[in-house]
């Protein structure tokens, strides 16, 4: 079945600083990469995702990127501020299997 | 607007008594999930559904069962709680486009 490895665990960046999240995954068949955040006390919210036929996606401050050959996608997010404080996942999936997570990592937005 | 709810959102129970962990959704998403989240273990999968009256075992499905009678509910149970399955509790559909949504959570614990 399909692993997600997630590295950081934990990263802190100076705000205004970009940060950088990057994910592998193991099965080809994978077609769909979506990335959650979530708050504390809260359930992970999707914030932005992308699929096989497509090699870069961008929303505003944040962007991902799929490497299909390389099985590698990452998260980009650029001039962060306080409020980007949270744990992201990475995740991957066929169309319509199951989504399989990475274990997160802790983003923390040093003032 | 459609949306996904849980409950109760706190739980407090004792060993070996059955519990059940409500999940309804408005979206009409035939797939639906139950994750567990633990420190140092991210989002695993429990139990999921493609559509009424079908079920599968995700990778910790031991101590938990789920049944699936309506489009909008999937009902997580566990059999005789055990102080291991003290964790919070997300449910969570996904839609044929791909996007999957999850509910606020339930925080249980087993004493």
């Known amino acids: 079945g399909e692993n997600v490895e997630q590295h950081p665990s934990t990263l802190s960046v100076q705000e205004g600083d970009s940060a950088v999240i990057k994910c592998t995954y193991s099965?080809?068949?994978?077609?769909?990469f979506p990335w959650y955040k979530q708050e504390l006390g809260k359930g992970p919210q999707l914030i932005i995702d992308?699929?096989?036929?497509?090699g870069e996606k961008k929303d505003q401050r944040i962007a991902v990127t799929l490497n299909k050959t390389a099985k590698h996608f990452s998260l980009h997010i650029t001039e962060t501020q306080p409020e980007d404080s949270a744990v992201y996942f990475c995740?991957?999936?066929?169309?319509?299997?199951?989504?399989?997570f990475g274990k997160g990592t802790r983003l923390h937005i040093l003032p | 607007d459609a949306e996904i709810t849980q409950s109760p959102r706190h739980k407090i129970t004792e060993t070996g008594r059955q519990v059940t962990l409500a999940c309804h959704q408005t979206?009409?998403?035939?797939?639906m999930f139950w994750y567990r989240q633990d420190l140092g273990h991210g989002l695993r999968l429990i139990h999921y559904?493609?559509?009424?009256?079908?079920?599968n075992k995700g990778e910790v499905s031991d101590g938990y069962s789920v049944s699936r009678s309506n489009t909008e509910d999937l009902p997580l149970t566990l059999e005789s709680a055990a102080s291991s399955q003290t964790s919070v509790y997300f449910c969570?559909?996904?839609?044929?486009?791909?996007?999957?949504?999850f509910g606020p959570g339930t925080r249980l614990t087993v004493t």
């Open positions: 992308i699929r096989s036929n497509v």
């Open positions: 559904s493609y559509g009424v009256q079908d079920t």
């Open positions: 995740a991957a999936s066929e169309r319509d299997d199951k989504i399989i």
């Open positions: 979206w009409n998403h035939n797939n």
């Open positions: 099965d080809s068949a994978s077609n769909y």
């Open positions: 969570a559909s996904r839609g044929s486009g791909g996007e999957q949504y």
